[in-house]
């Protein structure tokens, strides 16, 4: 859902300049062209995800070169730049950002106290060096 005063989403299909898309056998080799360096694109972002990089920024990098030719593509990404868009105007409700905080400071007084038992239980002796 569009917000109002933003332009509507351009038509799906194809970008590929015209002279292109007149010519069948061109066509189907700049599709096999975008579809080749989107996957690239892609797989380097796959990589990323457990090596140090910008794994999703570059997946999605990937996917916005494959939706400059497919439908599929412009579908999903659509589909994914509303779902963010919703996820961040629920991050910015107030109601939602107290929640947040407290369940921050929770876990966090948790994990203080957790530290502090160990702590006074064994010192600042690293777990696996524990003898008992």
């Known amino acids: 859902m569009a ?14 300049p015209e002279f292109v898309k ?3 056998a061109l066509h189907l080799s700049w599709q096999v062209g975008v579809f080749v360096v989107g996957l690239a694109v892609v797989v380097a972002g796959v990589i990323m995800l457990p ?8 997946i999605f990098a990937g996917m916005a070169i494959w939706a400059t030719e497919f439908v599929w593509a412009q579908v999903v990404l659509r589909w994914t730049k509303r779902k963010v868009t919703e996820a961040a105007q629920r ?13 921050t400071t ?7 106290v957790l530290c502090a038992v160990y702590v006074s239980k064994f010192g600042f ?7 008992e």
Not at 51 to 58: A, D, F, K, Q, Y
Request: glycine letters at 10%.
């Open 51 to 58: 090596l140090p990089g910008p794994g999703w920024l570059v």
């Open 91 to 103: 991050a910015l409700d107030p109601e939602v950002r107290r929640r947040n905080i407290v369940l």
């Open 3 to 16: 917000a109002e005063g933003t332009k509507a989403d351009p038509a799906l299909g194809s970008r590929a």
């Open 22 to 24: 007149a010519r069948r």
């Open 125 to 131: 002796e690293m777990p696996w060096r524990i003898e």
């Open 106 to 112: 929770v876990g966090l007084v948790i994990i203080a």
